[in-house]
């Protein structure tokens, strides 16, 4: 009997070891690629990091400006501010070439600043004005610029996802060498399509880098209380999809991680996760208090890990700025933003006409 056990054991181990190596020699079969360990950090010349100050600037006082509007009752409905993940948008911008798209949710204010959208434009549609994106009917969520290859602001969470999974999918359809660059958050990284978007595009081998921007607190509850697997970058091992994590408040690793990602698109191997760990200063929109933690948190923050604050520090020390210069950008940039409010509160509202505009019967 037990002469018959072992022989029954050492059959199920021949036949174990056997189908292990028929499946590793499946080419269908999969390995864990994701990895959490720290890419190089680019190394900035002096364009790069002035361009880098400049561009988060931009958006933190543009971002600034449209919070005091909300506060004056001149934006109405909802408004989420990018307050402190600059460095994510700016850094992945600097990495991908014209023609490449964009896609995010409803966060989405910086992302249109840095892929070139007019930000009395921008202003303008927050004010729901007819020189805005969508001429006044769209706000803070739903802008557009087919000509800057940005696709939106969506409202639905994680809703972009599907969608930018299938401007990847045309791009791969039309040999065209484009790579699709799909933001979301933590909060919409654990919705359904997500998943079925990840499947596909690995199947398809999709030229798509789904951006996860992890600024821990989704709309208003902690990534430790909501996530049971919260390293965002492992979320596509099942479907043999690569993931990395990165510091996403310094511009300069989040470059570096964009640069291997693009070039693993279009490379042709298929997609690429990238989670980005970042913060929001401000709560999850304009009516969020964001009482869920601490002030000390917010300011430890600030004061330890501000991406701008990370560049001008560099730009200091390396004798690339000198202080006044550093001031002179920033003056420069809120004369852009107070032009853009002033146009955005001069311009007039959408006739009633233009209620029948674009709409599908």
């Not at 310094?250 to 490379?267: H, M, Y």
Request: net charge positive; charged share 30%.
């Amino acid at each position: 009997m037990a002469a018959a056990k072992q022989s029954t054991s050492r059959a199920k181990t021949s036949a174990a070891k056997a189908t292990g190596s028929r499946v590793a020699a499946t080419p269908n079969a999969r390995k864990t690629r994701s990895k959490s360990t720290k890419p190089a950090i680019a190394e900035f010349n002096k364009d790069q990091e002035v361009k880098a100050f400049r561009d988060m600037l931009l958006i933190r006082r543009f971002e600034e400006k449209a919070g005091q509007l909300y506060g004056m009752g001149l934006i109405g409905g909802f408004c989420h501010l990018y307050i402190g993940q600059e460095a994510v948008v700016v850094g992945m911008q600097m990495a991908i070439e014209d023609g490449d798209q964009v896609i995010t949710g409803y966060r989405d204010h910086g992302h249109m600043l840095v892929c070139g959208m007019d930000p009395k434009g921008v202003m303008a549609e927050l004010t729901g004005r007819s020189g805005g994106y969508s001429r006044g009917k769209g706000g803070s969520m739903h802008m557009f610029s087919k000509e800057k290859d940005f696709y939106g602001g969506h409202g639905i969470v994680g809703g972009q996802v599907s969608l930018g999974t299938g401007l990847a999918f045309s791009n791969r359809y039309r040999k065209n060498d484009r790579v699709t660059l799909t933001y979301f958050g933590d909060g919409a990284a654990n919705q359904g399509q997500v998943y079925e978007s990840l499947n596909m595009a690995e199947l398809w081998k999709l030229p798509c880098i789904y951006i996860i921007e992890n600024n821990r607190y989704a709309m208003g509850t902690s990534v430790a209380r909501s996530s049971s697997q919260p390293d965002f970058y492992k979320r596509g091992e099942s479907f043999g999809v690569p993931g990395k994590q990165v510091d996403g408040m310094d511009v300069r690793s989040v470059k570096a991680l964009g640069d291997e990602a693009v070039n693993w698109c279009r490379g042709g191997k298929g997609p690429m996760i990238l989670e980005m760990l970042t913060y929001r200063y401000r709560g999850h929109s304009m009516s969020d208090p964001a009482k869920y933690r601490s002030k000390e948190e917010v300011q430890k923050m600030r004061d330890e890990q501000d991406p701008i604050e990370q560049v001008r520090k560099r730009l200091l020390e390396k004798d690339w700025a000198k202080e006044s210069e550093l001031k002179e950008f920033d003056k420069e940039v809120r004369s852009i933003v107070a032009e853009a409010a002033e146009y955005a509160q001069a311009n007039p509202e959408p006739d009633a006409s233009e209620l029948w505009t674009d709409i599908y019967r």
